[in-house]
């Protein structure tokens, strides 16, 4: 996507210029009702929408603040409706400059171009001398350059903490335990598999139980115990002895009820 | 760099983090279970345990210690079956299962017993 910067000089003599590679390029020239059309937030103002102007150093026996306006005197603009860039000092010349415009100016503009946010004077370029720009094709450029906002900086960082504490609620949330937003719980998983019943069926094969009344699987003992319905036959409790010798498990006969005693993990 | 866009970059950090961390700490031997979906009465654990179970479930004892219920008159096939979904329900630890023949002809009952706790 092309990056466009509208330079307003007139109400009828806008000049819509493409950023390529940090350079301006001269695109076409528009009168004001067609800059609708382009969605940048970025005007230039040609000289005659702001005024600059500068002051020896030892002028100043103070550093200038940020939003400190040094030309109270010189300007006409009452002081609601000025908005200044931060005076910068000059090495060179020794001297402080600052740029002012006119707020009520500025909102003008932004009633014509909607998207305008960023409004710069064109004399980013020093070494162009004024009577030279009318065209600033080749011009460097760049978003860094000390801009006029009608957006008050309070109201940005409002708009910032807002985002950045919406940011860190999100970051923060999936860190958060489940049941903070819903009434979870960890439940612990049971393995419940009852390796004893493969033991017990091979016993059951072989001793021939027969009148079953009851046969209990006990995981927490380890035990299978198995009531018949008659008392246990010689055969049988010899069957289950033997058994048990092999599946290393401990019998318990007593008339129609027996119980195996298996070791942990048979 | 843009001052939105270290904090959308925050937000990347913590999500592809929480990520890495869970998938990391996975532990098979828990379960997250929403607290509604266990029950806190006889009657709630017959609801819980018939949807498990496929089949009607009489509740003879639930408390805080133990959960005791009776699954009757069962073919030998649904016998076994209803023996396998007792192992295989994990929230609850296995005590003991019991086999024994029903009034019915040919029939079963199964009886389970869980600790609760």
């Given at each position: 996507?092309?990056?466009?910067?509208?330079?307003?000089?007139?109400?009828?003599?806008?000049?819509?210029?493409?950023?390529?590679?940090?350079?301006?390029?001269?695109?076409?020239?528009?009168?004001?009702?067609?800059?609708?059309?382009?969605?940048?937030?970025?005007?230039?103002?040609?000289?005659?929408?702001?005024?600059?102007?500068?002051?020896?150093?030892?002028?100043?026996?103070?550093?200038?603040?940020?939003k400190q306006f040094l030309f109270s005197n010189e300007s006409v603009l009452q002081i609601n409706d000025l908005v200044c860039?931060?005076?910068?000092?000059?090495?060179?010349?020794?001297?402080?400059?600052?740029?002012?415009?006119?707020?009520?100016?500025?909102?003008?503009?932004?009633k014509l171009i909607p998207s305008a946010q960023y409004f710069y004077p064109d004399n980013f370029d020093a070494s162009l001398?004024?009577?030279?720009?009318?065209?600033?094709?080749?011009?460097?450029?760049?978003?860094?350059?000390?801009?006029?906002?009608?957006?008050?900086?309070?109201?940005?960082?409002?708009?910032?903490?807002?985002?950045?504490?919406?940011?860190?609620?999100?970051?923060?949330?999936?860190?958060?335990?489940?049941?903070?937003?819903?009434?979870?719980?960890e439940v612990p998983k049971y393995e419940n598999k009852l390796s004893i019943m493969k033991y017990f069926e091979e016993l059951?094969?072989?001793?021939?139980?027969?009148?079953?009344?009851?046969?209990?699987?006990?995981?927490?003992?380890?035990?299978?115990?198995?009531?018949?319905?008659?008392?246990?036959?010689?055969?049988?409790?010899?069957?289950?002895?033997?058994?048990?010798?092999?599946?290393?498990?401990?019998?318990?006969?007593?008339?129609?009820?027996?119980?195996?005693?298996?070791?942990?993990?048979? | 760099?843009?001052?939105?866009?270290?904090?959308?970059?925050?937000?990347?950090?913590?999500?592809?983090?929480?990520?890495?961390?869970?998938?990391?700490?996975?532990?098979?031997?828990?379960?997250?279970?929403?607290?509604?979906?266990?029950?806190?009465?006889?009657?709630?654990?017959?609801?819980?345990?018939?949807?498990?179970?496929?089949?009607?479930?009489?509740?003879?004892?639930?408390?805080?210690?133990?959960?005791?219920?009776?699954?009757?008159?069962?073919?030998?096939?649904?016998?076994?079956?209803?023996?396998?979904?007792?192992?295989?329900?994990?929230?609850?630890?296995?005590?003991?299962?019991?086999?024994?023949?029903?009034?019915?002809?040919?029939?079963?009952?199964?009886?389970?017993?869980?600790?609760?706790?």
């Amino acid at each position: 996507m092309k990056k466009i910067i509208l330079r307003f000089i007139t109400i009828d003599n806008v000049e819509v210029y493409t950023i390529k590679r940090g350079k301006l390029s001269l695109e076409k020239r528009i009168n004001s009702k067609e800059c609708v059309k382009f969605k940048t937030n970025k005007i230039m103002l040609a000289s005659s929408h702001y005024v600059s102007s500068s002051l020896a150093s030892n002028a100043l026996n103070f550093r200038p603040t940020k939003k400190q306006f040094l030309f109270s005197n010189e300007s006409v603009l009452q002081i609601n409706d000025l908005v200044c860039l931060p005076a910068e000092y000059d090495e060179t010349l020794k001297e402080w400059q600052q740029t002012w415009a006119s707020r009520t100016l500025l909102l003008r503009i932004k009633k014509l171009i909607p998207s305008a946010q960023y409004f710069y004077p064109d004399n980013f370029d020093a070494s162009l001398p004024e009577h030279k720009r009318t065209d600033l094709s080749g011009t460097k450029f760049s978003n860094n350059y000390k801009s006029f906002q009608l957006e008050e900086s309070d109201d940005k960082n409002t708009k910032f903490l807002l985002v950045s504490s919406a940011v860190v609620c999100l970051a923060i949330a999936p860190w958060l335990p489940n049941n903070f937003f819903r009434d979870y719980r960890e439940v612990p998983k049971y393995e419940n598999k009852l390796s004893i019943m493969k033991y017990f069926e091979e016993l059951a094969a072989s001793a021939k139980f027969s009148g079953l009344t009851k046969l209990t699987f006990n995981k927490s003992l380890n035990t299978v115990g198995a009531i018949l319905t008659s008392s246990f036959t010689e055969e049988q409790k010899r069957e289950i002895r033997k058994y048990c010798e092999v599946a290393n498990c401990i019998p318990e006969i007593n008339e129609q009820q027996v119980v195996f005693k298996f070791k942990r993990g048979p | 760099m843009n001052k939105y866009l270290r904090i959308f970059l925050l937000l990347l950090f913590s999500l592809t983090a929480k990520f890495v961390v869970s998938y990391l700490s996975s532990d098979q031997s828990v379960a997250t279970i929403d607290s509604k979906q266990m029950p806190n009465s006889t009657a709630e654990a017959e609801t819980f345990l018939a949807k498990h179970f496929d089949h009607n479930v009489l509740v003879t004892q639930f408390d805080e210690r133990i959960l005791t219920f009776t699954i009757s008159s069962l073919k030998e096939i649904d016998a076994l079956d209803k023996i396998e979904k007792a192992q295989n329900l994990e929230v609850y630890r296995m005590h003991s299962i019991s086999i024994a023949p029903s009034n019915q002809v040919n029939k079963f009952d199964v009886f389970v017993t869980y600790a609760t706790r």
